[in-house]
């Protein structure tokens, strides 16, 4: 089992970046794919982003791909979003998801372990 704690979230202007962390507990860290999501007002939540246990693959939601990159630190176990060319339409609470497998999964109920979400909000 593993908890999540995600952070970094704010308010920030259009184009500014800011940088997600998702601290992960629990035991064999390396060993989940990760993974955002963000739900928006009023919508369901959406897949942003994925990155395989083995930090050797990484997915994109079209809507932030070239503006968004995941990476992750296995020593820290840690999960990190680095956004940047914000939009308004990137305005979201974000999610930290883990599972032991689907590698690269777009679907909710795929993942086992959520964190609490962190609030970004993009103001034009």
């Known amino acids: 089992q593993v908890q999540l704690v995600e952070s970094g979230g704010g308010l920030v202007q259009t184009g500014d970046s800011l940088r997600l962390s998702c601290a992960a507990s629990?035991?064999?860290?390396?060993?989940?794919?990760m993974a955002w999501f963000r739900q928006a007002p009023g919508k369901d939540r959406d897949f942003v982003s994925a990155i395989s246990w083995s930090e050797d693959t990484t997915y994109y939601a079209d809507s932030v791909k070239g503006r968004f990159t995941i990476s992750r630190d296995n020593d820290k176990n840690t999960v990190y979003l680095q956004m940047n060319s914000l939009e308004a339409e990137d305005t979201a609470v974000y999610y930290c998801?883990?599972?032991?497998?689907?590698?690269?999964?777009?679907?909710?109920?795929?993942?086992?372990?959520w964190g609490q979400g962190t609030q970004v909000t993009v103001s034009s």
């Open positions: 998801a883990a599972n032991r497998g689907s590698t690269g999964s777009r679907r909710e109920g795929d993942y086992a372990y």
């Open positions: 629990g035991r064999a860290f390396s060993s989940y794919n």
